[in-house]
C-alpha cells in the first residue's frame, strides 16, 4: 500500500491556497473570511497529517519518494521538486500542522485588535505552506527552497509591527544572520551535487561510499575529508536557521514579533528545521567524526551558555527566547553523539511545551496590557487559572519533570552525551558537562519565570478610571510601567483552548512514543546511525520504569536543586537576588551583555563593511577609476581634440551624428581599401 | 512571414518608431496608444519565435540571408538559436513595460520619447540576430544612438556628464571590437560568424582578438573596472533607459562573449580565463560592498546590476575551466545555463527595481534614499512589490534570481571550492544592500509629509510591476522550460570549446 499523491499535494496547498486568499482579497474577504479560510486550510493540512502518519505506522503504507515535476535540467543535472514521506517526516508534518493550527486559533484572540489581521493570517498560513515543503522535500534543492521561504516569512513575521524601529532592524538582522548560515549551506549542496552528481535524498544516501577517500583541497597543501567539508559546511546552515552560537543572535531579537509567531517560528517549528536537516542527512553526518565533534561543541555551548541569560532576563519573552536557544543546544548536541532519534524526539516535545510556554507567555501580556517586564507582575495565578496551570505543565515539561514530555527526551540526551563521553576525548566530557549543568540552569530561570509572573505579590497598580481602552496592541508601549487601566482578566476561549490542547501533550506525549521512537523501530530507515550501539534498547522497560528511574539519576536532582533555589530566592527571599547581582557583579554584567557578541558583531560586520564599502567607493571607484582613468582620458581627448565648447554646448545630438559620421568614414574607408 | 520573421522584428519597431515621430508632438496621446500597439505587436510577433523554433535541434534557425555590401562579402545574414530567442522575447517584452511604465511619466516631447524606445528596440533583436559580424556591429553601435539620445534630452540635471561618460567608455570598447572584426575579415575574407569561429588562428593572434572583444563586452556588461559610467548612466537616464539599459543592454556584453569570445577565440579564452573568473568575483563581491553605501536608489540598483552580472561572466569562464581543464561537460553546461538564466533574471529583477524606483521618483521627484521611509504606510501594494522585487535581487529560492546564482555557484564549486565560496558571498552582501535598502524606504514610521502624501501605485503602475513579478515567479518556480529553450544551443556551444584552434 501506498500514500495517496494527491493528499500529500493538498497538506502542502491547502494553507498556501488560504494565505493567497486572506493576504491578496484581504479586503474583501474581511477579518472573519481571513481566519477561516487560512485556518480552514490548516485544519484541513493538520486532519490529513494526522491521516499520512496512521496509515505509515499502523496502516502498512510504504514510504512515499516521487517526484512532482522537474524543476530544471541541463547536461545530466537534473533538480526537481518532489515529497519524500517516511515516519520522519510524518511526524515533523503532525507537529508542524498541529503546532500551527494551534496558533491561528489562538491569533484570534492575540491580534484581534490589530489593523493586520489579515496580513497576518496569511503570513501565518505562507509559513505553514513553506515548512511543509521543507519537511516533506525529497532533495536538496527544495529543502533550501523550504529553508529560505520560511527565512522569508520570519522576515516579514518580526517586522509585522514595520512601524517600530527595533522590529525592522531585528528583521533584518535575522535574515542577514540566516544567510551566514545559507551561504555555507548553500556551499554544502554545491559539494553533494560535485561528489554525488545527484541532488536527490535517496540517490545521495544510498551511495554515500562515493565519499570514502574523497578530499578537498580547503587550504594549498592539506587535503581534508570530502564529507567533513560538506557536513559542516551543511551544518553551519542549520547554526543559522536554528540559531546556535555563534549564530545566534537573531532569535532573541525576534521577539519583537507578535507572539503566536515566536511560539510557532522562533519555537517549535522553523528554528528546528537545523536539528530535522540534520537528522535526514544522517547518512552523511555518520560518515565524519570530524564534522560530528564539531556539532556537538557547538551544541553543548549553546545548551549551557545561552541559558545562563535567560536568568538575567527580565522579559518573559525573552526569557522563553534564551530557553529555546538552550533546548536547540541540547538537540543539536544530540545529534553530535550521533542520537538523532533523541534530538529529533526532543524537537516534538519542544515544539509542544515551548509553544504552550510562549502562547502562555503572549496570554500574561494580553493581561498585562502588553506589558512584558516581569518586574511589573506577580501573583497572576488568581486572575488567570488556565494560563497558570498550562505555564506550571510546560515548565514542568521544559525542566524535565520525571513522566512529563521533556523528560524523556532530555534524558535520552543526556544519558546518549555521557555515554559518548565515557569512551570519547575531552570533547565529549565538556558536552557531557554542559548538558548535564544545563538542567539546574533550565530549572531555575523557568520557575524563576513562573514565580515572578504568578506567584508572589503584585508588583502592579490598577488604576481606575483611566479611559485606557483595549485598543492598542503591542505595537504601542503602556504609559507607565506597572500600572494598569484595569485588573487583569484570563484570556478569552480563543487563547485559553489552545493552550489547554497544547498542554496534553506536554504531559503524554513522551510517556506515549518514548517506546516507539527511542528504543523502538519508529524511524526505520530514515535515520542512519553507524555504530548503533549509541542507543541500544538495553535498559529500557516501559515508560513508568523509565520515570521512576529519573528519580535517582543526577538530572533530576540536578533540576530539583534549581527548583529548591528559585523557590527559596523568588517565593521566600527576594532580596537575595539584589545581593547576588551585586556580588556576582563581573558574571551578572556577563550575562546582561550576552557575552557582548551583539556590540561586537556590529562594530565589526555591520559597520566594518559600511567603512569597507566606502573605502572602495569613495577610493577605488571614484577615486582611481573615475578621476584619474577615466576623467583624466577625457580631459586628455577633449583637450586634444579641442570639443570642450561641444561638450559644454551639451547638445546629445551632435555626440550621436559625430559617432554616425565616424561610423560612416570607417566603413567607408574600409570599403575603399579592401574593394581595391 | 516566417521566413522573414526577424527581419519584420527588427524593423517593425523601427518604421513603428518612425510613424509615432511623424505624429508630431503635440499629439501625445495618440503616440503612446500607437507605440504601444507596435510594441504589443512586436511582442506578439516574438511569441511566434517561441513557439517556431525546435529547442531540440538547437541549430541556427529563421535563417535569412542577403547579398549586403557584394565588394567586403559583408551580408544581411539573420538566424537565432535558443540563446538569441530567449534574449529577443526579453527585449520585445520589456518594451511593452517600458512604454506603460512611461505613460504618464513622461510629458515632454513624448513622441520622440517613444520613437526611440522603439527604433531601439528594433536594433536590440537586430544585435541578437546578426549572424554577419559587420551587421552585428553596426546594430551594436547603432543601438547606442538612441540610448544617447533618451538620457541626453529626458536625463537628469547631470546628463550630459553622464551621456559623455557612456559615449566614452562604449565608443572606446567597440573601437577595439571593429578593429578586430577587421582584422579577422583580412585573416578571413569573411565577416560570417560560423566561418570566423571555423578559423583557425594561433594564441598570440586569439590572445590580440580576445582582449579587442574584452574591451568592448566588458565595458558592456559592465565588468570591473570599467563599470563606472552605469552607475552615473542610470542615475540620469529617465525610468524607461533604465529599465532598458539594465535590462537588456548589458545582455548585450554577455551575449557577445558567448557569440564571439568563446567560438572565435576558444585557446585564448582558456588562457585568460582567470583573468576573467578574478574580474567577476571583484564585481560581485567588491561592487556588492560599494553598493551598500550607496545614497542614491538608483546608484544602489545599479551596482547590484554591476554585482549580478558578475555572475553572468563567471558562469560563462568558469565552464571554459572546467571543461577544458577538467573535461566536465555537464558542469560546464550549468556554468553557461546558469549565465543565461542569470541575464534573462536580471532582465526582469532589474527592470523590475529600476520601474518600482521610477514609481515613487514620479511622486516625489528624488531619489535619495534619506528623503524616504515608511512608504509601506501610505503604498502598501507598492511595498508589497519592492519586497518581492528585492527578495528576487538577493537570490530568494522561488524567484527568478535565485536560479542562475545557483547554477553558476554550482558549477563554480565544480572546478574550485574557493571560487564558490567567494561567489556564494552574494548571498550576504546581496541580501545586505539590498534590505537596508528596503528598510530605510520602506519600513518604519512615516519619516515626512511628502511621504505621508504619497497614493498607492494606481492600475497602469499594478498591470507593469505584476507583470514583471509573474515573470519572476514563473522562473523561479519552474525555470525548466527556459532553460530547455537554450539547452541544446548551450551544448553546441560548450561542445565547440573542446576544438582546440590552434595550429
Known amino acids: 500500500m501506498s500514500l495517496n499523491p494527491t493528499i500529500l499535494l493538498i497538506i502542502a496547498l491547502a494553507p498556501l491556497v488560504g494565505a493567497i486568499i486572506a493576504g491578496i482579497f484581504r479586503h474583501q474577504v474581511g477579518r472573519v473570511g481571513a481566519h477561516t479560510v487560512t485556518i480552514a486550510g490548516v485544519a484541513l493540512s493538520c486532519v490529513l497529517s494526522f491521516y499520512v502518519l496512521y496509515q505509515l505506522v499502523w496502516g502498512g503504507a510504504q514510504t512515499y519518494n516521487e517526484n512532482l515535476y522537474t524543476w530544471l535540467q541541463v547536461g545530466g543535472i537534473d533538480a526537481h521538486v518532489g515529497f519524500l514521506v517516511d515516519r520522519l517526516t510524518a511526524m515533523m508534518m503532525v507537529v508542524v500542522t498541529f503546532v500551527s493550527l494551534m496558533v491561528h486559533v489562538y491569533t484570534i484572540g492575540y491580534m484581534a485588535e490589530d489593523d493586520g489581521y489579515q496580513r497576518f493570517f496569511s503570513y501565518i498560513a505562507l509559513f505553514t505552506f513553506s515548512m511543509l515543503m521543507l519537511v516533506m522535500s525529497n532533495n536538496f534543492l527544495q529543502l533550501f527552497f523550504g529553508w529560505e521561504a520560511v527565512g522569508l516569512v520570519s522576515y516579514l513575521l518580526i517586522g509585522f509591527w514595520f512601524k517600530r524601529p527595533t522590529a525592522v532592524f531585528a528583521n533584518m538582522k535575522a535574515f542577514l544572520v540566516n544567510r551566514v548560515g545559507d551561504f555555507g549551506f548553500l556551499l554544502g549542496i554545491a559539494g553533494v551535487l560535485y561528489f554525488f552528481h545527484s541532488l536527490d535524498y535517496a540517490t545521495v544516501f544510498a551511495h554515500t561510499d562515493a565519499l570514502n577517500g574523497k578530499t578537498i583541497e580547503i587550504v594549498s597543501g592539506s587535503a581534508w575529508s570530502a564529507a567533513s567539508v560538506i557536513c559542516i559546511c551543511l551544518f553551519i546552515g542549520a547554526m543559522g536557521k536554528s540559531a546556535q552560537v555563534p549564530l545566534h543572535v537573531w532569535l532573541p531579537d525576534s521577539m519583537e514579533g507578535p507572539t503566536p509567531i515566536s511560539a510557532l517560528i522562533h519555537a517549535a517549528t522553523m528554528v528546528t528545521a537545523g536539528i530535522f536537516m540534520v537528522a535526514r542527512m544522517s547518512p552523511l553526518f555518520e560518515l565524519s567524526e570530524t564534522a560530528l565533534s564539531f556539532v556537538l561543541v557547538i551544541g553543548a555551548t549553546t545548551a549551557f551558555f545561552t541559558g545562563l541569560i535567560g536568568i538575567v532576563q527580565n522579559d518573559i519573552k525573552r526569557v522563553v527566547a534564551y530557553s529555546t536557544l538552550s533546548q536547540l543546544g541540547y538537540m543539536t548536541a544530540a545529534l553530535g553523539v550521533s542520537a538523532y532519534s533523541a534530538a529529533v524526539f526532543h524537537l516534538m516535545t519542544h515544539a509542544f511545551f515551548k509553544a504552550l510556554l510562549f502562547l502562555g507567555a503572549g496570554s500574561v501580556i494580553i493581561a498585562m496590557h502588553h506589558e512584558q517586564d516581569m518586574r511589573y507582575m506577580g501573583g497572576l495565578r488568581k486572575y488567570m487559572p488556565i494560563t497558570f496551570i498550562t505555564a506550571w505543565i510546560g515548565t514542568l515539561a521544559l525542566t524535565g519533570m520525571p513522566g512529563f514530555a521533556g523528560f524523556y527526551s532530555k534524558d535520552a540526551i543526556i544519558e546518549a552525551v555521557k555515554e559518548a563521553s565515557e569512551h570519547g576525548g575531552w570533547i565529549q566530557h565538556y558536552a557531557y558537562w554542559c548538558v548535564l549543568l544545563g538542567v539546574f540552569v533550565t530549572a531555575f530561570y523557568s520557575f524563576r519565570l513562573l514565580y515572578l509572573t504568578f506567584h508572589g505579590k503584585e508588583r502592579f497598580v490598577v488604576d481606575h478610571g483611566h479611559g485606557h481602552g483595549h485598543g492598542d496592541h503591542d505595537d504601542h508601549g503602556h504609559q507607565e510601567p506597572g500600572h494598569l487601566a484595569h485588573e487583569p482578566h484570563e484570556s478569552p476561549a480563543v487563547v485559553t483552548w489552545p493552550l489547554m490542547a497544547l498542554a496534553i501533550p506536554s504531559i503524554v506525549i513522551g510517556a506515549l512514543t518514548v517506546g516507539a521512537m527511542l528504543y523502538g523501530d519508529y524511524f526505520g530507515s530514515a535515520i542512519h546511525v553507524a555504530h548503533a550501539e549509541g542507543e541500544g534498547a538495553h535498559d529500557f522497560h516501559g515508560w513508568l520504569a523509565m520515570a521512576l528511574h529519573g528519580l535517582t539519576q543526577p538530572p533530576f536532582w540536578l533540576a530539583f536543586g534549581g527548583f529548591l533555589l528559585a523557590t527559596y530566592i523568588y517565593l521566600f527571599n527576594p532580596s537575595i537576588a539584589d545581593k547576588a547581582k551585586s556580588a556576582l557583579h563581573p558574571i551578572w554584567n556577563m550575562l546582561d551583555k550576552k557575552y557582548w557578541f551583539d556590540p561586537i558583531y556590529q562594530a565589526v560586520f555591520a559597520r566594518g563593511s559600511i567603512a569597507l564599502g566606502r573605502g572602495l567607493w569613495k577610493g577605488g571607484d571614484v577615486g582611481v577609476i573615475d578621476n584619474v582613468l577615466i576623467d583624466g582620458s577625457a580631459s586628455a581627448v577633449a583637450r586634444v581634440a579641442g570639443v570642450v565648447r561641444w561638450v559644454q554646448s551639451g547638445y546629445l545630438y551632435t555626440y550621436a551624428f559625430a559617432m554616425i559620421l565616424g561610423l560612416v568614414f570607417l566603413l567607408g574607408g574600409l570599403w575603399w581599401v579592401v574593394g581595391k | ?503
Open chain 2, 1 to 503: 512571414m516566417m521566413q522573414s520573421l526577424l527581419s519584420i522584428l527588427i524593423w517593425l519597431p523601427i518604421v513603428g518608431g518612425f510613424a509615432v515621430l511623424a505624429l508630431g508632438t503635440h499629439r501625445a496621446k495618440g503616440a503612446r496608444w500607437l507605440a504601444l500597439a507596435v510594441a504589443i505587436v512586436t511582442f506578439i510577433v516574438s511569441i511566434q519565435l517561441l513557439t517556431g523554433y525546435d529547442a531540440a535541434a538547437g541549430t541556427m534557425q529563421f535563417i535569412e540571408q542577403h547579398r549586403w555590401i557584394a565588394a567586403i562579402n559583408a551580408n544581411y545574414h539573420l538566424g537565432v538559436d535558443g540563446i538569441s530567442v530567449a534574449l529577443i522575447v526579453l527585449t520585445t517584452f520589456v518594451t511593452v513595460l517600458v512604454i506603460l511604465g512611461a505613460w504618464d511619466s513622461v510629458h515632454d516631447k513624448v513622441n520622440q520619447y517613444l520613437a526611440a524606445f522603439l527604433v531601439l528596440e528594433g536594433l536590440m533583436v537586430g544585435v541578437f540576430c546578426a549572424l554577419d559580424a559587420l551587421l552585428f556591429y553596426v546594430f551594436f553601435e547603432g543601438m547606442l544612438i538612441p540610448m544617447f539620445i533618451i538620457i541626453g534630452i529626458w536625463g537628469g540635471p547631470r546628463r550630459v556628464y553622464a551621456t559623455l561618460k557612456f559615449f566614452l567608455y562604449t565608443f572606446f570598447g567597440s573601437i577595439f571590437m571593429l578593429v578586430g572584426l577587421i582584422y579577422l575579415y583580412t585573416q578571413s575574407n569573411s565577416w560570417e560568424l560560423s566561418q570566423l569561429a571555423a578559423l583557425k588562428l594561433t594564441l598570440e593572434q586569439q590572445s590580440w582578438l580576445f582582449f579587442a572583444f574584452l574591451i568592448a563586452f566588458a565595458v558592456k556588461v559592465p565588468m570591473w573596472p570599467v563599470h563606472t559610467w552605469l552607475p552615473d548612466a542610470h542615475v540620469e537616464a529617465p525610468t524607461g533607459g533604465s529599465v532598458i539599459l539594465a535590462a537588456i543592454m548589458l545582455k548585450i556584453g554577455g551575449y557577445g562573449f558567448l557569440r564571439f569570445s568563446l567560438p572565435i577565440t576558444p585557446d585564448a579564452s582558456q588562457h585568460f580565463a582567470w583573468l576573467l573568473i578574478a574580474l567577476s568575483l571583484v564585481a560581485v563581491i567588491y561592487v556588492g560592498f560599494v553598493a551598500l553605501v550607496q545614497e542614491d536608489m538608483k546608484k544602489l540598483i545599479a551596482y547590484s546590476s554591476v554585482s549580478h552580472m558578475g555572475f553572468v561572466t563567471l558562469g560563462i569562464f568558469i565552464s571554459l575551466a572546467l571543461v577544458r581543464v577538467g573535461g566536465n561537460k555537464d558542469a560546464a553546461y550549468l556554468g553557461v545555463s546558469g549565465a543565461m538564466v542569470q541575464m534573462i533574471s536580471h532582465g526582469f529583477v532589474s527592470g523590475a527595481m529600476f520601474s518600482c524606483v521610477g514609481v515613487i521618483y514620479d511622486r516625489m521627484h528624488t531619489r535619495m534614499i534619506k528623503d524616504y521611509g515608511g512608504v509601506v504606510n501610505t503604498m502598501p501594494w507598492y511595498a508589497a512589490f519592492v519586497v518581492l522585487f528585492a527578495m528576487a535581487n538577493c537570490g530568494l529560492p522561488g524567484t527568478s534570481g535565485f536560479v542562475g546564482e545557483f547554477m553558476v555557484i554550482l558549477a563554480s564549486f565544480q572546478s574550485n571550492f574557493w571560487i564558490a565560496a567567494l561567489a556564494a558571498f552574494t548571498l550576504i552582501i546581496g541580501a545586505a544592500y539590498t534590505l537596508w535598502l528596503v528598510k530605510r524606504v520602506i519600513w518604519g514610521d512615516v519619516t515626512n509629509d511628502h511621504v505621508a502624501k504619497l497614493k498607492d501605485i494606481n492600475a497602469r503602475e499594478a498591470l507593469v510591476l505584476g507583470t514583471f513579478a509573474a515573470a519572476t515567479l514563473l522562473f523561479g518556480i519552474w525555470p525548466a522550460p527556459l532553460t530547455h529553450l537554450m539547452d541544446a544551443s548551450i551544448k553546441h556551444i560548450v561542445d565547440q570549446l573542446l576544438i582546440v584552434k590552434v595550429g
